[in-house]
């Protein structure tokens, strides 16, 4: 591997012009390399990695913040915008989280996209796609052996994130990373509560490994079913939890009205008994 290959940003061409940097920086951002919130490196040494003038680079940030795919901080450096949650816009966000029913909608939805996704993983994947699926379902095991749900959950988004890069297409990619943040977000329902069901934790990790297994075995017709078998357990779960949500509310409405009620009863005989 030459040391070009090692490098996230290379030389433009001899013409060094700043739309050539544009182009190369609005690649890596499409392509997923460059992700929101990701910060670039200093002037210097960007302009030095591009083979590039400090004024030319200056032009190519400046084209790609009016683009809205970069913004700068005064004195705090360059990152890339937070154009994924741009996807679905707030009033919509705000809308379907008001209503239960856009749970099971999204995970319908959810369902087609990471077959799909897992499907074409398993025919486009890289050997370092696979290195890097391996390595998170390493992460994941250790995090369920470790009882750590925070680092487990993690790793789940981690490792669809991986699925949806491993997939090569740009579409998928960038969607299903707007279908995560909102699941991250809690926007649909709570992860954690699902988890937290019996042996779920130990039902999860089997479904990511029989995903991770298909990818890598190159069977896209094992990878899709593994991916919908995986959502179709979470959306069980996830009418589980919600049912047992409200099954807890209702207990504690009936404790507080018995507890309640008994108050008030043992009052009243209080107030009979002195007045006899």
Not at 70 to 87: E, M, P
Not at 120 to 135: F, G, N, S, V
Request: glycine share 6%.
């Amino acid at each position: 591997m030459s040391e070009s290959d090692d490098r996230l940003f290379s030389g433009v061409s001899h013409s060094r012009t700043a739309d050539e940097v544009v182009q190369q920086i609005e690649l890596l951002i499409l392509d997923g390399v460059l992700r929101d919130g990701d910060r670039l490196p200093g002037e210097r040494e960007l302009a030095q990695s591009l083979e590039v003038s400090r004024p030319i680079l200056r032009d190519a940030l400046k084209e790609l913040e009016n683009r809205g795919l970069l913004i700068s901080h005064h004195g705090g450096g360059t990152f890339v915008a937070d154009i994924i949650g741009q996807v679905f816009s707030k009033p919509i966000i705000d809308l379907i989280s008001r209503h239960a029913r856009a749970t099971r909608d999204y995970l319908e939805y959810r369902r087609e996209l990471e077959g799909l996704t897992a499907e074409l993983a398993a025919q486009r994947a890289t050997e370092t796609d696979k290195a890097l699926l391996t390595r998170i379902i390493e992460d994941m095991r250790r995090a369920h052996e470790d009882l750590d749900p925070e680092a487990e959950l993690a790793a789940d988004v981690d490792f669809h994130n991986a699925v949806g890069e491993a997939a090569h297409n740009i579409i998928l990619l960038h969607t299903m990373r707007a279908c995560y943040r909102l699941l991250s977000e809690g926007i649909f329902f709570n992860r954690k509560a699902v988890f937290s069901l019996p042996n779920a934790r130990e039902r999860l990790l089997e479904q990511h490994v029989a995903i991770h297994d298909a990818v890598l075995s190159g069977d896209p017709q094992r990878a899709k079913a593994a991916a919908e078998a995986h959502i179709d357990f979470v959306m069980r779960s996830a009418d589980e939890s919600a049912r047992a949500d409200e099954w807890g509310r209702v207990a504690k409405l009936r404790l507080i009205q018995r507890d309640g009620g008994r108050a008030t009863r043992t009052s009243g005989n209080s107030k009979t008994d002195g007045k006899s």
